[in-house]
């Protein structure tokens, strides 16, 4: 692999589309706008994209179409194999698979699916939970419109992703039980792991995913202040401080959480710190 193309499958469209693009620019490779074409190579790096639906990424890799992809972690189980494994989680796409049934039904937990057809687009999944859960459902699989199957009178009850809610509620669906929660995973083949390319990505990615949260934060704290000043900060191992021209200051620079910074700013005010900046982080190893 080392000199050799590292193939990314991305997501062509659909709800992984465009955060996937996002980390990819964030972690340094340049994903073109308004190319048409499926299979883009990224010019000065030995990257290709291929563009393909979340549902065939599994298969693409599996198969030695695409060394690497990005796609649901439920697209994994549902169409992936034993070749193909996680290598990241991407912290985007969360969302569960939810066993629904008509607000007004009788069913109310998953025992009492015993009998009953499930529609779903996610057969293997939901086969598997109820194997393990021993419960006799019948599972209907259909590849769109699955929140309509009860009010057709195609199914019982629905199993189908959810995030917010907002469609079962829609579709007067209540949701009884979630079976697996999923988020957007870099799936590679598991043969590959430590390919010197698949190592180069997966650091890049997940420097990018790390430093999202973080802020980089810079002040001036008179000498008087030091100390205090540096007891309020956490630092990745420990804030770094740097002599100023001016002899009585110090600055102090930190890598702090972005959640922590409104209860953060106000005392390091109160404590005497001065010319106070906060920028984002692009990458991040700690
Ligand atoms: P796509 O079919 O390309 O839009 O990708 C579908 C994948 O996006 C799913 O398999 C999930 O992993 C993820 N996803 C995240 N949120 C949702 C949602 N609310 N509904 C469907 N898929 C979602």
Redesign the pocket.
Known sequence: MINSTLRIAV?S?????APTVALLQAAGIPVPADDRRLLVPVPDQNVELLFA???DIPTLIRDGAADVGI?????LL?YGSDGVEELSRLGF???RLAIAVPADSAIRTTTDLAGRRIATSHPVVLKAFLAEQGIDGIVVTLSGSVELAPTIGAADAVC?????GE?LRQNGLRPIETILR???VLLGAADQRDAAGIAVLCTAIESVLAARPKRYLMLNAPDAALDAIVDLLPGIDAPTILPLARSDMHAVHAVVDAADLPRLLHPLKEAGASGLLVLPIEHLIP
């Open positions: 997501p469209k659909g709800r992984l589309a639906r979340t549902d796609a649901g972690s439920n697209q549902e796409g969360a969302c189908d992703l959810v995030s917010t469609t999923s988020e957007a």
